[in-house]
């Protein structure tokens, strides 16, 4: 059951080695069958090096385990509640790449100061709010994805339009249709994660203007997009 979406997470895990997004085991991707309600993803703690798509631990939207030898990832609570909230997502990433993670340790927003953050962030990346001691302490994986997804709704920013959120002192989340999309995500935000800090120690009153905003991600999302090839 699920094999052919095994083998994508588990390509999609190892993808974020191979971006250099990732150190030791601290990372994991996952993708969901919403057919069957089933998310497939990456095993806690074992090593990129050995891991094959028969590692990867099928959970339902519960996070009972339904197939797999290995206990499923222990960010596992956090991804269910995006997939529950973010209808459109299929597929979620989460690191501590260097930059993005320094961000969210910083508890600050990635800001959009230039181009290359708009064409794939349409806002600023947000920074999802603190965490109660009382939630970290009865279930702190799912508040997280709680904060996450209460902070796009107080914000009213679109998860479709600005697909990644830092989680606070911790790190950063991607989204996506499809699991390879939220890796490509992923490898986006680190890169406008490190400009931006750049960006900021050179010139903190750093702005952009709107329309080039708006102009950068329209051309490459929506129906008047036309950055790359038709089809």
């Not at 956090?78 to 989460?94: D, E, K, M, P, Q």
């Not at 120690?201 to 203007?209: D, E, I, K, T």
Request: aromatic share 6%; charged share 20%.
């Amino acid at each position: 059951m699920l094999e052919e979406l095994k083998k994508k997470v588990c390509e999609a895990n190892l993808a974020l080695v191979r971006h250099g997004l990732v150190t030791l085991t601290w990372g994991n991707a996952s993708a969901i069958d919403r057919e069957k309600g089933l998310v497939v993803i990456k095993p806690s703690g074992v090593a990129y090096s050995s891991m094959t798509p028969e590692d990867m631990v099928a959970v339902d939207l519960n996070g009972n385990v339904v197939e797999g030898r290995y206990r499923p990832s222990s960010d596992t609570p956090t991804h269910l509640v995006l997939y529950r909230a973010f209808s459109s997502v299929g597929g979620i990433v989460h690191t501590h790449s260097t930059y993005a993670t320094a961000w969210a340790q910083a508890a600050r927003a990635i800001p959009n100061l230039g181009t290359t953050h708009a064409d794939t962030f349409h806002t600023d990346v947000p920074l999802a709010d603190e965490i109660s001691d009382d939630r970290i302490r009865a279930a702190y994986e799912e508040a997280t994805g709680d904060t996450i997804v209460e902070t796009f709704r107080r914000l009213k920013i679109d998860p479709e339009e600005t697909p990644a959120a830092l989680a606070v002192h911790h790190g950063p989340f991607t989204w996506g249709r499809t699991a390879e999309k939220a890796v490509e995500n992923a490898v986006v935000l680190e890169e406008v994660a490190k400009m931006a800090a750049i960006t900021v120690a050179l010139n903190p009153s750093a702005q952009m203007n709107s329309a080039l905003v708006e102009k950068h991600y329209s051309r490459k999302h929506g129906p008047n997009a036309y950055y790359g090839q038709r089809g």
